[in-house]
């Protein structure tokens, strides 16, 4: 079972270079998300998908784009790289818990992280 | 907007002995999950445990329990038997019902000591 899988897990650009986080599950969740931490901070959202074709901004989604072509694959996209953008990359994937309407409860499987460093 | 305030920074605890980690929470709705995720060196993030705001019983997974205290919007995760592999940082997260937006406390770091 490989879960989440993200790449690359390290990555160093210069600012203004342009590249993708890849990021795929093969647990059927119909649910992904990305977030990112900064240092010393917890997790925060940046976009996230309820489905294939699907997706929808989170908390800052500034500086990145994503598309859900698949239900396995969630890619984030960094068109500008700014120093701002240096940071842990988590993607994650969750499926609706069993016996509740509501996604609140969703529980998330999250992937390895990417470390991003933009000089 | 909902906030997670996790008060201790760094806690330490000795192997087989008992920690309890603090998070407070701000939120004026009723419908909302509460989580403790462990974040160990490897940097993955685990779930340790889920506390549905509906259920006054407090869970518990194995060595892992919390005390929710919905009135004091207070979820506490207690560690019993601390274990060498438990050293990590603990994060405390809140969701509303409905939504897709999981907010993180800033992180308790905890060291185990032999």
């Known amino acids: 079972n490989a879960g989440v899988t993200q790449t690359p897990k390290f990555r160093i650009l210069k600012i203004g270079q342009s590249m993708t986080l890849q990021c795929t599950q093969d647990?059927?969740?119909?649910?992904m998300y990305w977030y990112r931490q900064d240092p010393g901070m917890g997790l925060k959202l940046i976009y996230y998908?309820?489905?294939?074709?699907?997706?929808d901004k989170g908390e800052v989604p500034n500086g990145y784009n994503v598309s859900r072509s698949t239900t396995e694959d969630f890619p984030l996209r960094l068109e500008l790289a700014a120093p701002s953008q240096t940071s842990v990359y988590f993607c994650?994937?969750?499926?609706?818990?069993?016996?509740?309407?509501?996604?609140?409860?969703?529980?998330?499987?999250f992937g390895a992280g990417s470390r991003l460093t933009v000089l | 907007a909902q906030t997670v305030t996790q008060s201790q920074p760094e806690m330490s605890v000795q192997e087989a002995e008992t920690v309890t980690l603090s998070c407070t929470y701000d939120?004026?709705?009723?419908?909302?999950?509460l989580f403790w995720y462990k974040q160990p060196p490897s940097r993955q993030m685990i779930l340790v445990i889920r506390?549905?705001?509906?259920?006054?019983q407090n869970a518990t997974e194995n060595r892992f329990s919390v005390n929710f205290q919905k009135a004091a919007k207070s979820f506490s995760l207690k560690i019993s038997d601390s274990q060498l592999g438990d050293a990590a940082m603990y994060f405390c997260?809140?969701?509303?019902?409905?939504?897709?937006?999981?907010?993180f406390g800033k992180g308790t770091k905890l060291t185990v000591n032999p």
């Open positions: 994650a994937s969750s499926y609706l818990f069993q016996g509740t309407a509501s996604s609140g409860a969703n529980v998330l499987t």
């Open positions: 647990m059927n969740h119909n649910y």
């Open positions: 998908s309820v489905g294939a074709g699907i997706t």
């Open positions: 939120t004026s709705e009723s419908d909302y999950y």
């Open positions: 506390q549905e705001a509906y259920k006054q």
């Open positions: 997260a809140y969701r509303e019902g409905g939504s897709e937006k999981l907010v």
